[in-house]
């Protein structure tokens, strides 16, 4: 990130030749709103210092089309028309961003600052655009409460203002990782301040998610109050879709209050990053009654990291040459179809189970089928019936359903011809347990998972 940006503008600004003055003047703002939200998508008009057409449109991926944001570049003349300016392009809701010349624009920029704030308009320069680009480098919230700004600030967004409002949501967020009323009640505030509201509630739910998840009463929650205790769809989604936010804890916290249900609801482009950070910090927290998996052509790659996405309405994890689906309830993978199987051999069931617990396997031999039931010892694959049938039965014979034992203790019945598993009566399995039983099972993995505290589940 560049640290001359302001000298850079009054180079550009007083450059001779006006079409370069102008061209070199955007391009220097959008490298500045690009170091604040890297995601961003800007595109430039043909209009410069223009009353009414803006300079810059904003837009971001993944969000409805029709959301974006003008960018005004203003050169104030003076106080009295910089804020004839801001007034003039108000009900747009736009960021108006006054250029430095070489003067001091704070006696402009504080001229409109109870306006800006009562119309949602956001009034910055290049040093409040420095800063929030700065503070990015530190701290992981930071970066969403600069991409907040840029998508819904308000009011006036100097340098201070900039520290401001990043400190205090920083020290919110910790604040509500234990429960602490003041710390977390003046970030409230100052999201209330300096965000309009559809920003500021979703920034204020992340706030009451981690709080709830620290044992704290929603009641005493020092905020706008969710009732119903969850993060909402549409901020969880634009969470998700965020810069990477690398914070374990932060995202133990917010898991709490996430459920497979709701993230199978989101509509979530590929495989983001925050998608993976929140999956695999509450592997054994987010929980599931059915999976069902569906083969799909293998990777070109030699080797692909299995990642999580939602597809078909439903939480999904891609691997080399599969797709996993999990549902809260087994209705709501009937929309999956299951690919043609005819179950597995003996020698199949035997390498897949590995050290999984399996008390029941249903075996089929053309018209005849029959289930061995484990009584007393550790798997059904040491049961005397089985091990009685002759080499060459077995070597025809297959294994159509199974039942498993998750590391969990949870029963989960296993389809080998639906490829499918489903947990026995209204059993709670967490991702974690699926991954570590049921997976392996219906399918022949060649990536080992592994649990939460560390130890391998395949």
Known sequence: MKSDYAEALRDALFDPNPNSSARRTKELVIRELRDVDPRINIKSTEYFNHTFSPDLVLTWPGSNKREKRYVFLRLPDSPEYFAEDVETVSEMQPIVYGL????????????????????????????????????RKDHNIANLVSTALIRGGRGLMDSGG??????????????????????TGNAVRALERYLAPAQSRQMT?????????????????????????????????????????????????????VSVEQLSRLQITDAPANLQHLIRENLDRLWSRQMR??????????????????????????????????????????????DAAYGLSIEDIHRRSR??????????????????????????????????????????????RATAKSPGGQEIH??????????????????????????????????????HDGTETA
């Open 293 to 338: 998996v569906i083969g799909g052509e293998l990777a070109l790659s030699e080797s692909v990291e299995p990642s999580w996405t939602v597809t078909r309405q439903s939480l999904c994890l891609r691997g080399e040459d599969y797709a996993a689906y999990f549902a809260q309830n087994a209705s709501n993978l009937r929309h999956i179809r299951p």
């Open 162 to 183: 900039a520290d401001a409002i990043s400190a205090s949501v920083n020290r919110g967020f910790e604040g509500a990782r234990v429960a602490q009323v003041e710390l």
């Open 355 to 400: 050290n999984i617990h399996l008390s029941e396997l249903t075996v089929r031999k053309g018209s005849e089928s029959f289930t061995v039931e484990a009584q007393g010892i550790r798997s059904v694959l040491q049961a005397e019936s089985l091990s009685a049938l002759p080499a060459s039965y077995l070597e025809k014979a297959r294994v159509i």
């Open 100 to 135: 430095n010349g070489g003067s001091d624009l704070s006696e402009s920029l504080n001229a409109v600052a109870e306006l800006s704030h009562e119309n949602n308009v956001l009034v910055t320069d290049v040093h409040g655009m420095d800063r929030l680009a700065r503070n």
């Open 414 to 451: 296993c389809d080998f011809l639906e490829r499918d598993a489903t947990a026995v009566t209204s059993a709670r399995v967490c991702l974690e347990d699926w991954l570590g039983s049921a997976l392996p099972l219906l399918w022949d993995v060649s990536v080992n998972f592994s649990r």
């Open 205 to 257: 739910q992340f706030l009451q998610a981690v709080w709830i998840s620290s044992q704290g009463r929603i009641d005493g929650f020092p905020g706008p109050k969710e009732l119903s205790g969850e993060i909402g769809d549409e901020s969880l989604e634009y969470l998700l879709h965020f810069d990477p936010i690398d914070d374990p804890d932060f995202w133990r916290a917010l898991g709490a209050s």
